[in-house]
């Protein structure tokens, strides 16, 4: 998983180094890529190409477009009108270095740009290139991810029910991590049945991660999160531990893995980096 | 022209209707899509089908794409940590209305729901979409929109030459304007010839465009405008009129005028409707 890891940073690098662009755009919009994190969207997209035993490379576009659109989601959270996040991953924010209006034209550029990326593959038909846009469009746009945005930040001060609060985070986290997995199996050329399946595993590893999330901001370390815990608890956030209590959400969380391995294994594919990642994300201490 | 420009705004409309997204996040949309404007691109690039006499019915996903680019390059710029406007058209700013946090997630949002609208294009093959799709996010991207912007961000502050002033200005504003006339181009099934005739054509407009805000920056009327004149004198910024003066400079106004009508004269082409355009760049109070 490691060296797919590399692989992901390296194209990343590379994707952005070849854009005719200002050298500071170019900078800010590499800085966040940069970093770090643990890339489970790319390796998710990866993984899943591996589980049909095809060359990942053709891959390799999609894995950029969906890290560069988490990226760029990220760098808007964290701006003084949303969250007003001075660290992420340890570091300084993106518009802690280089300013509010260049984080703001950082994002632009990293959402415009992955679908670019898109549109330039090379090896993949102009029919399934506009499934995959429209698939990242619909799941990163308002109907997903800034849409899970908005509801998120206007269910704060209110409490949520629990299937408010998982329409939230399928909107605003589940939608990109179906995108990965889905993503590899259409460039796969995978059957409506199998891409169901996937779908419905993408399911359970999103909720997966987010009941992970909220347990670590009660449990984790903060060093190794790289920004302050709790923080949920101290703005009266509706989560999974604060609607289930801290023993059933851990086991709504080992129910999500274990349903999504049964769901992997009938699927017939050779899955075993995709359990991997399951277990990364439920055992996961950042 | 007025027909066609409602029949936009309509449509606009019924795109933004049709979401499944959080109601505030529609009405952010729509608010500024709402807030009027000269709709410049979209009417050019229905003009430039009328030009093919071909029916204008399948530009629309095309023309409200390129609007909701402009109008989400709008409300980014305009906030706080950007140009900090108030008022845009005579009417507060989008931030002003919904805050700063709304505000950047409806330019997002709109951004990532142009490329869903085109990739969702009915009776468009998949080879002209994907086409469409990559002209449109380098002409709005980190090479092209986004770009200018950066770059007219970091010259506010230098003295520009007028090679600097052009190219900022061909990224910032340009290249929108020329996506939606080729757009259209390519709709037609226009030859290569006639695209790049028309790519010319679009530069001329394009730089004619960028002249008249200049000068009505200096000789406009606030009312007509609907915000503040006089502010790239206060703010000591590059323009044609500082650069060439400003006879120099409207006799530049005039001079692409003329050519870009001397290129459309020769492409054969049905071009009444783009020639008004012209005009209406070049003699608009606002």
Redesign the interface.
């Known amino acids: 998983m490691n060296v797919q890891k590399r692989v992901v940073e390296d194209e990343l690098e590379s994707t952005i180094h070849i854009?005719?662009?200002?050298k500071?755009?170019?900078e800010a919009?590499l800085y966040s890529l940069r970093a770090g994190g643990k890339r489970i969207r790319p390796l998710l997209m990866l993984a899943t190409m591996e589980a049909f035993q095809q060359d990942v490379q053709k891959g390799y576009p999609v894995a950029c477009a969906v890290e560069m659109i988490h990226t760029?989601s990220l760098i808007?959270d964290d701006?003084p009108?949303?969250d007003d996040d001075d660290l992420r991953r340890g570091m300084p924010t993106n518009h802690k270095v280089f300013?509010?209006?260049?984080a703001?034209?950082a994002?632009?550029?990293l959402?415009?740009?992955s679908?670019?990326v898109l549109?330039?593959m090379n090896g993949v038909?102009?029919?399934d290139?506009?499934r995959l846009?429209?698939y990242l469009?619909?799941s990163?746009?308002?109907?997903g991810m800034?849409?899970g945005?908005?509801?998120d930040?206007?269910g704060e001060d209110t409490s949520l029910s629990l299937e408010d609060l998982m329409s939230i985070h399928e909107n605003k986290t589940g939608r990109l991590l179906t995108f990965s997995v889905v993503s590899a199996a259409i460039l796969c050329g995978a059957s409506e049945q199998v891409i169901d399946e996937l779908e419905e595993f993408s399911k359970h590893i999103g909720l997966a991660f987010q009941i992970q999330d909220d347990i670590l901001d009660i449990e984790g370390s903060e060093e190794k999160i790289g920004k302050p815990v709790g923080s949920d608890e101290i703005n009266q956030k509706s989560t999974y531990p604060s609607l289930l209590g801290l023993e059933e959400a851990k086991a709504k969380l080992a129910e999500h893995s274990r349903l999504a391995k049964e769901i992997l294994a009938k699927t017939g594919l050779h899955t075993h980096l995709l359990m991997e990642i399951v277990d990364l994300i439920v055992k996961r201490d950042h």
């Not at 854009?19 to 200002?22: H, I, K, M, W």
């Not at 300013?99 to 260049?102: S, T, Y």
């Not at 990163?140 to 109907?143: R, S």
């Open positions: 854009l005719d662009a200002p500071s755009l170019k919009m760029y808007h701006l009108s949303m300013g509010e209006a260049l703001i034209l994002g632009d550029g959402l415009t740009y679908f670019q549109s330039e038909s102009a029919s290139k506009i846009i429209r469009a619909q990163a746009g308002p109907e800034v849409g945005q908005v509801a930040i206007e």
